[in-house]
Nanobody, 122 residues
């Protein structure tokens, strides 16, 4: 069973930066499509970014140009570099080890980490 552990969250001022990390157990990390989701209070969990085994990435419109997803297959780790953070980025961020759907979209698995709280406030 895949296990995921997120780290790197915290409190940051608007315009600041944070980098989240997610270490994934299991020997198939290198072939998995990985993603970061976030969930703000009172809102549904939303897909923020995903990256496949060819390092092709996709982003939600709300974070394009500010966030970068990356992976290190040797370390079984996926990262989310977040720049120019805004108060509306405040949420709990989760990573997920999923796959591609038949339409090419990201399809999440049932395995989630405990999440990392990101708070953007002055």
């Amino acid at each position: 069973q895949v296990q995921l552990v997120e780290s790197g969250g915290g409190l940051v001022q608007p315009g600041g930066s944070l980098t989240l990390s997610c270490i994934v157990s299991g020997s198939l990390f290198g072939v998995r499509r990985m993603a970061w989701y976030r969930q703000a209070p009172g809102k549904q969990r939303e897909l923020v970014a995903d990256i496949n085994h060819r390092f092709t990435s996709k982003y939600a419109d709300s974070v394009k140009g500010r966030f970068t997803i990356d992976r290190d297959n040797a370390k079984n780790t996926v990262y989310l570099q977040m720049n120019d953070l805004k108060p509306e980025d405040t949420a709990v961020y989760y990573c997920n080890a999923g796959q591609s759907s038949s339409s090419g979209d990201y399809y999440p698995s049932d395995a989630w980490g405990q999440g990392a709280q990101v708070t953007v406030s002055s």
